[in-house]
């Protein structure tokens, strides 16, 4: 699957990208550390990064994760990742995940990329219920939310332990499409 953008393309996980997801994840550890710690470690070199692909691949094709990757247009960097992810067929429900690198950061890449996954999930896969869960501070994941009309619905105690730190409470935002 593409879907072509103006400044970028939104692309399923391929084998062809475990080399520039570990440049991603290199180049954002700062961005990564915090929120994406696994995927962080998981593609810290080019051997663990082509573990990672190979497994995402498969998810995708099992349809139990699936991995999307936003590509630089010229280059073909990957400038991005989003995840739908902890699937539930039978209550149609899934969770959005994603990051940007720091360069292509308030330039509304991830509210659109955001806008065009989330209706896939729901024309694709069937899901109602899309959900985002971010931390309060993390204020350019929730105006992504947000931009999408996701819907805040609760405070998520104790929600997500980032490596050396305390748990967080997570916000929890909805999206819902009609039966």
Known sequence: MIIDCET?????????????ICNFAVTNTDRLKRYFPKTLKQNLTPTLSEIFVSQKVKDF????????TLKEKEKRT?????????????IKRAELAYGIDY??????????????????????LGIETLQIIAH????????????????WVKTLPKEH???????????????????
């Open 78 to 90: 990957i400038i991005g990742l989003v995840y739908v992810k902890n699937i539930d067929y039978e």
């Open 136 to 151: 309060k501070t993390n204020t350019g994941s929730v105006k992504v939310a947000e931009n999408n009309h996701y819907v």
């Open 8 to 20: 970028h393309t939104i692309e399923s996980i391929s084998m062809k990208d475990n080399w520039r």
């Open 103 to 124: 360069e292509y950061e308030g330039k509304g890449i991830t509210s659109k990329t955001v806008r065009y996954i989330s209706d896939w999930a729901n024309k694709e």
């Open 161 to 179: 332990t980032p490596p050396n730190e305390a748990p967080l409470d997570m916000e929890l935002y909805e999206l819902h499409y009609e039966r």
């Open 61 to 68: 094709k099992d349809k139990t994760e699936f991995l999307f």
